[in-house]
């Protein structure tokens, strides 16, 4: 178990900002890769060994795939050792029991299902990783000649455990590099606390909603069982682009620019628009180190859906060791090859209101093969989306509606560039620095509020 929220804010935070520019500039890395592995191990001191463990050996696997670089045999055979080790370290603890689980499905077998504990973030660090040799092995990233410097870069602790995906290359400079300043400094809290107000004040509390509507199944109606979905849409959205603000924000105060991972993906008008919105991160990994690879779409139409199928089967297997994720992914695999292929000239001629809702009804209904990992419950919640037979909408159901409905409002119009439009408007006044701070201490004031009255409640994303 990582830090709770109020050790973190009030102890862990303080004192890691404090120390980090106090400690000279050429001690500043040292210092961050030792705290990063105190945050990683805080609870569980063994993750941390696996953790050196996946540093040292992708920083060697780096190492020889620079040294052989003119040996192209040697090369490659060193990139795929190194990430035959990542995938097998990877599979071993998140998909073990399920693949367990399965052949004893499917056969008379009776395999033992060894339960293996999930390190916290290891698909987000085992990603970055084998981005980094891969990218060496490409010429496009340098190696990195300082096991420190490679050690802070992989554990750095605002992105280490639910991302975003960051790759070396994109930040090699800065770790040895990089300009800390008070703009960017400022532009950290801020961003930090509009995080962290995404997450405690409207994604905790739509969970909570999430939670009450899915636990009576039968008595919800029709309207019930959609507002519950929608609840988790809205859950799912404000926890990870609230963690990604939170990362993105810690990094701008130690002196890092991470790049954005959220770019409004509820007001896409298609599934496409939609995934160059949601989860950038993941989505341009999968691009360049799985679908190019495949041959993209430079190999025809068949090979490119089989291409796009293989990407999506394992974007959905990466969220999760459950069937319903490599539904989940095969769903919009699908939608996405008929969008390409057959639906983009009828859409393109829909008016913008009705795109709009075609999208948020997919990924609302998409979120549904999300949420529901046991396939029964699943079978059972889509047939309750359209069963009118248990009513339009439940007695407990409408009063959870009735009494969560100002916070529904919220987290849609939140979930929309509006508010930052307007703040861009009137962000350079010359006293815009008042409501700034006033606005910061209140959600600081309110979070905190929150947090103390609430059980450990990590981010949805950390099981990932």
Known sequence: ??????????????????????????????????????????????????????????????????????????????????????????????????????????????????????????????????????????????????FINFGTYVALFPQLIAGPIVRYKDISRQLTDRRETLDSFTHGVKLFLVGLGKKVLIANQMGTLTSAVFSTTDENGVIGTWVGIIAYTFQIYFDFSGYSDMACGLGNMLGFEFLKNFNYPYISRSITEFWRRWHISLSTWFREYVYIPLGGNRKGIKRQILNLLIVWALTGLWHGASWNFVLWGLYYGVILILEKFVLKRFLDKLPSVLQHIYTLLIVVFGWGLFYFTDISELGSFIADLFNFSNGLCGSQALTLILSYLPLLITAAVASTPLASRLYARFRDRKLMWIPETLFCIVILALCTASLVNQSYNPFLYFRF
Do not use: H
């Open 1 to 146: 178990m990582v830090f709770s929220s109020l050790v973190f804010l009030f102890a862990y935070l303080p004192f890691t900002l404090l120390v980090y520019y106090l400690v000279p500039r050429s001690g500043r890395n040292i210092f961050l890769f030792i705290i990063n592995l105190v945050f990683y191990g805080w609870g569980e001191p063994k993750l941390v060994l696996l953790m050196v463990f996946n540093i040292f050996f992708n920083y060697m696997g780096g190492y020889l795939v620079d040294r052989y670089r003119l040996n192209q045999k040697k090369k490659k055979l060193f990139l795929i050792l190194t990430c035959a080790l990542d995938i097998g370290i990877l599979a071993v603890f998140k998909y073990t029991g399920m693949v367990a689980e399965t052949l004893n499905m499917l056969s008379m077998l009776n395999i033992p299902e060894l339960e293996i504990s999930l390190p916290i973030g290891i698909s987000f660090y085992t990603f970055q990783t084998m981005s980094y040799v891969i990218d060496i092995y490409r010429d496009d990233a340098p190696v990195s000649k300082n």
